[in-house]
């Protein structure tokens, strides 16, 4: 699978710490240097045959539908695709306008995840978002209008301009625009962020525990009730609409990185990451060098790793490729350390896999660093 960062945006969301740049003045040059990097980075998977392609960012829908093919176009020369091959552009709603979505249509793109956040104005002034609550409900309508079913929205609980009831409202507005995917976060308060410096001063309030997690099981049993599986703490699916490109990362599948600041692995022990800053990124690939750092992962770094995804998870982690990969030393620790949530029912055991049952899944991150190596 393959991953393409598209490092630009229209404007700052107060609470992103992702990397991209607000001027497109190098949009150009910065196209050519993804191009360049497909190319030198072209034997790095073992399959050729790719299952997945992904468009993140930054904002991959802030370039044209040419621009956007001529990406894909790239990839196609040294890789082919399969015949049910997920290919996901993310798209913001202000983007999704009649022209864009004609032009995509005629691409390999399938999928869409949209980012809306909120179908409230005031939830979307205070993220600083470039779209209106109008906007966030017609983009979905015209992409359906234009042929995509497969489409995922993103959705924000926890904004400190919103409450139990707007987030109900949300979920409301989901099912009735017939969403068969959705990817929902807490607020999250990262540094450097204008979030960060308006908490600080007083301008809004810290998002509350209580509420985060009240509003999360809300929606795990009311997006239930409308038959979507949560296969991921952030993640629900109706049947056939999960994210193959996501599922393959929590499996620990091999993928490659293309443009600033994306990450790659190779399935096994090797991470890298390009450089996070479009000029230098730009200034390398133009003397045709790659713009990354790799990193060697430990057996301790690679346990670390299985745990704290597959515990994320509805199918856990495998106990039976634990088994394989890691010693018997490691093992010996991991078992006594999870015999407690085992009895205290926060972890379970099913056909041989650990998974942690859904009602304790706000927890995740916690319980998984417990049964961390160090
Ligand atoms: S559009 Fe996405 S990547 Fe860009 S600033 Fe907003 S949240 Fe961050």
Redesign the pocket.
């Known amino acids: 699978m393959i991953y393409i960062h598209i490092p630009f ?5 107060s ?4 990397h ?1 740049s607000t001027s497109l003045n190098f949009k150009d040059e910065m196209l050519a240097a993804m191009k360049k990097e497909i190319f030198l980075r072209k034997e790095e998977l073992n399959s050729k045959n790719l299952q997945t392609l992904y468009f993140g ?3 991959p829908s802030i370039l044209s539908g040419d621009e956007i093919k001529s990406l894909i176009d790239e990839v196609l020369k040294y890789f082919s695709f399969s015949s049910d091959i997920e290919v996901t552009l ?1 798209a ?1 709603p202000d983007d999704l306008d009649k022209k864009f979505l004609r032009e995509i249509s005629n691409s390999p793109i399938n999928r869409l995840s949209i ?1 809306t ?1 909120s179908f409230f104005d005031a939830d979307l002034r205070m ?4 779209h209106s609550s109008s906007e966030a409900e017609s983009s979905i309508k015209r992409a359906q209008d234009s042929g995509y079913e497969n489409i995922s929205i993103d959705l924000i609980y926890g904004s400190p301009t919103s409450n139990f009831e707007i987030w109900k409202e949300n979920l409301n507005k989901s099912i009735a625009l017939e969403i068969p995917h959705i990817s929902s976060y807490a607020l999250t308060v990262e540094p450097k962020t204008v979030l960060e410096k308006w908490i600080e001063n007083g301008k809004v309030s810290n998002p509350k525990e209580e509420e985060l997690n009240k509003e999360f099981y809300y929606m795990i049993d009311f997006l239930k009730d409308h038959e979507f599986e949560h296969y991921e703490i952030s993640n629900f699916a109706k049947k056939g609409f999960h994210s193959k490109h996501n599922s393959a990362y929590w499996k620990y599948k091999e993928y490659l990185g293309i443009g600033p600041s994306a990450h790659s692995y190779n399935g096994y022990d090797v991470r890298s990451w390009n450089i996070a800053n479009n000029q230098q990124y730009i200034k390398k690939l133009n003397s045709m060098l790659l713009a990354k750092e790799t990193e060697i992962l430990s057996p301790k770094d690679q346990f670390n790793e299985m745990i704290m995804i597959g515990l994320r998870t509805t199918w856990g982690v495998d106990l039976r490729s634990l088994k394989e990969k890691f010693s018997e030393q490691v093992l010996e620790t991991f078992e006594k350390d999870s015999i407690l949530k085992l009895q205290e029912g926060i972890l379970v055991k099913e056909d041989n896999h650990l998974k942690i049952p859904e009602k304790h899944w706000f927890m995740a991150d916690g319980i998984a660093s417990d049964l961390f190596q160090v």
């Open positions: 945006c229209k404007q700052k969301c609470y992103c710490n992702f991209f960012g930054g904002t993310e913001n980012g956040q993220m600083n978002r470039a």
